[in-house]
């Protein structure tokens, strides 16, 4: 493997996780520019982002038969993994600032591990228990300031469980569909559950919103289009290439940068800024998911 072909792959790495580390800023500014609801901010990105999804199919066609049962798989995972947990997750970031809010959905890793516990009988490592333990230890210090009766208090803290709840919907969907991706192919099955996402995002949209909710200023008409194209579409190409060219273990590294851009990214642009308890729960949060992300060579 080439020197070149590896600083592409980091590259590559680095640019998709900043790529999708602005994901939920562009969403809180999405709701301070306009009132708009999730239902409708979700329908947009999923809408506008499909035909990029759909040329990535047509693609990828010629990648052999798929059976019925993978077929199903597909269309289970793509209604929990895709629709269902970004719905949480922006109905989650109405309360919760960007950056926490992606601190709290970085859980998703931690998740696994307990998930495979559980169903797939797979015992966590001491390294993996000790991970769990500083991670959620962090995660604690995280929300320790915004616990209270006050209503305030208890919006972020229904936020914060609405934005868990999808990291576990995400969870799910990795541990589910692990042996499906494959059989079909990464770049396929991407393609393809993120087709299937948009059938209830737009079903929902029709039943919940008038179409008069799609008269929106020209403001939040760029905050969609860059969140369905750079923080939807492209970081799944470039996260995708990069695996291929540097592995898991060295995305997993890269990865942690993630939360850091969207806090420091909620704090320039939205004075999102973290107290001294919350920078310390973070830096926990985000070493014990690289204990559990990265594995021994």
Not at 52 to 77: E, K, T, V, Y
Not at 143 to 163: D, K, T, W, Y
Not at 201 to 227: C, G, H, K
Request: hydrophobic share 55%; aromatic share 12%.
């Amino acid at each position: 493997m080439s020197g070149r072909y590896r600083y592409w792959g980091i590259a590559f790495a680095l640019a998709g996780t900043i790529s999708f580390a602005f994901r939920p800023i562009l969403i809180k500014l999405g709701y301070a520019a306009h009132p708009v609801s999730a239902t409708t901010l979700l329908f947009l990105r999923m809408t506008l982002s499909l035909p990029f999804f759909l040329a990535m199919a047509w693609w990828m066609r010629g990648g052999g038969p798929i059976s019925r049962r993978d077929w199903l798989g597909i269309l289970g995972l793509g209604f929990l993994g895709y629709y269902f947990a970004s719905l949480l997750d922006f109905l989650g970031l109405q309360y919760v600032p960007a950056g926490l809010g992606r601190l709290i959905m970085f859980l998703y890793p931690t998740l696994v591990v307990i998930l495979s516990a559980v169903f797939l009988r797979k015992s966590a490592t001491r390294k993996e228990l000790a991970a769990l333990a500083i991670t959620y230890a962090g995660i604690a210090l995280v929300l320790s300031e915004r616990l209270g009766v006050a209503p305030e208090h208890r919006q972020f803290m229904f936020g914060a469980m609405l934005i868990f709840a999808a990291a576990m919907c995400y969870a799910v969907y990795l541990v589910t569909g692990s042996q499906l991706v494959m059989r079909v192919g990464s770049t396929r099955f991407t393609a393809y559950t993120m087709i299937v996402s948009t059938a209830p995002a737009v079903v929902q949209f029709f039943a919940l919103e008038p179409v008069s909710a799609l008269e929106l200023p020209a403001t939040l008409w760029w905050y969609v289009i860059l969140l369905a194209t750079a923080c939807t579409v492209l970081p799944v190409f470039l996260v995708a290439e990069a695996l291929k060219r540097i592995g898991a273990n060295h995305f997993a590294l890269i990865g942690a940068l993630g939360p850091v851009t969207t806090v420091v990214a909620d704090y320039a642009l939205m004075q999102g800024a973290l107290s001294a308890i919350q920078i310390v729960g973070g830096a926990l949060v985000i070493s014990g998911v690289l204990l559990v992300s990265v594995k021994r060579s």
